[in-house]
């Protein structure tokens, strides 16, 4: 398939959670930043990519544009895994985390999303033919810092047919009122590396008492494999973490450390370095996780990972009401579950009127 256009697409969409927007982020979180890529055939037909970008999209959207484009333009593209090593390659200067690899992701997701819509396929039927129809899904909550609106939400998660709930809270009493909430359901919770060893040492005893399915990067750096096997031996309590770790390589060495390790499709590289991440975490013998906050193309890219990949435990839903849906058809939970869209390649099909309202610059 040969690439004659290349577009990328800066997006902002406005979400609300029921909280203050305040903890996760640099500053009050109350939006989507997006970074979308789209690749055009000499065909016609349409791809689309996506490169994490919370908080830095005009920085991803360079990158995609500057570093990434100028690759792909003319460029004709049979082997997908090759072509993206050989993209790697040239990039590598740049590093091999971050903002280099979330642009990566996105091209590697759009090639993808082309060659599964050449053949009239869904994507998950060419990366490994389509294990299972649907998944569970666990509502990954925001993190509100009040006890009352952690209970109230992941009660409400849990009324709505959510079997898991993931808060953000980093205290006990918040971390208490989630389990108040939840009931019986899962339960977890990702810190974000705000405790000190001291803090996970005290704490990890009272969340086990909670019943807690996985503490997520409880401590920095998050991609100390040495530090979270400790953790994980020590207090019997799973440990979870991997959403910014980057390529196979970094996963073939945190996953034999923890129980859940969780790539990020448009974080490790694409659709391509996210199968092979897979490969090294059974081998691990560790159960992939994937992580995804997010609702372009990489939402929708993970839904057929997970199709293709029964390894795959559990999708992860951000638990917000963003302004729009870019795609209207977007697999939403369904009592506890998510189905695999039934379109060829990703499925994702933006409402142009949606992209030109919620497009910057």
């Known amino acids: ?28 979180w109350n939006a989507l930043h997006m970074a979308l890529l789209r690749l055009e055939t000499e065909d016609g037909i349409v791809g689309w990519g996506e490169g994490f970008c ?10 995609i544009r500057e570093m990434i484009v100028p690759l792909i333009v003319g460029e004709t593209v049979e082997d997908i895994p090759a072509f993206m090593r050989s993209v790697q390659k040239r990039l590598h200067l740049f590093g091999r985390y971050g903002v280099t690899m979330f642009a ?22 060419i990366i490994g033919g389509i294990k299972r129809d649907s998944f569970p899904v666990y509502a990954s909550l925001v993190r509100y810092g009040d006890a009352k609106l952690v209970e109230k939400f992941a009660r409400k998660a849990v009324d709505e047919g959510y079997a898991a709930v993931k808060l953000h ?22 810190v ?39 953790l994980q031996t020590r207090f019997g309590i799973s ?25 990020s499709v448009t974080k490790v590289g694409g659709i391509t370095e996210f199968l092979d991440c897979c490969r090294v975490v059974e081998q691990a013998g560790s159960v992939v996780m994937p992580h995804c906050p997010y609702f372009g ?34 697999p939403l939970a369904k009592h506890g579950m998510i189905s695999l869209p039934d379109r060829p390649g990703l499925g994702f099909t933006p409402d142009p009127d949606l992209l030109e309202r919620f497009r910057v610059g």
């Open 54 to 63: 919370y908080f830095h999209r005009d920085t991803v959207a360079t990158a």
């Open 192 to 230: 974000n590396c705000n405790w000190s060893m001291q803090e996970a040492e005290d704490l990890l005893p009272r969340l086990k008492e909670l019943d807690l399915y996985w503490v997520e990067e409880p401590v920095f750096p998050p991609d100390d494999a040495t530090i979270l096997a400790d």
């Open 104 to 125: 990566i992701s996105a091209l590697d997701i759009a090639l993808w999303d082309l060659a599964a819509k050449r053949r009239n396929l869904p994507l998950a039927e």
């Open 239 to 263: 440990i979870a973490s991997g959403e910014n770790a980057c390529t196979a390589v970094e996963f073939a060495r945190i996953a034999p450390a923890i129980r859940f390790p969780q790539p």
């Open 169 to 190: 809270e980093i205290t006990l009493e918040t971390i208490a009122a989630g389990r108040r909430g939840a009931g019986n359901a899962l339960l977890s919770t990702d």
């Open 297 to 330: 193309p990489g939402y929708w890219a993970t839904a057929h990972l997970m199709a293709a990949k029964p390894e795959t435990e559990m999708f992860e839903f951000l638990y917000i009401e963003p302004d729009a849906w870019l795609d209207p058809d977007i």
């Open 1 to 28: 398939m040969k690439i004659v256009k290349a577009e990328v697409i800066p997006l902002h969409i406005p979400f609300s959670d029921g909280g203050s927007g305040q903890g996760l982020m640099p500053t009050a």
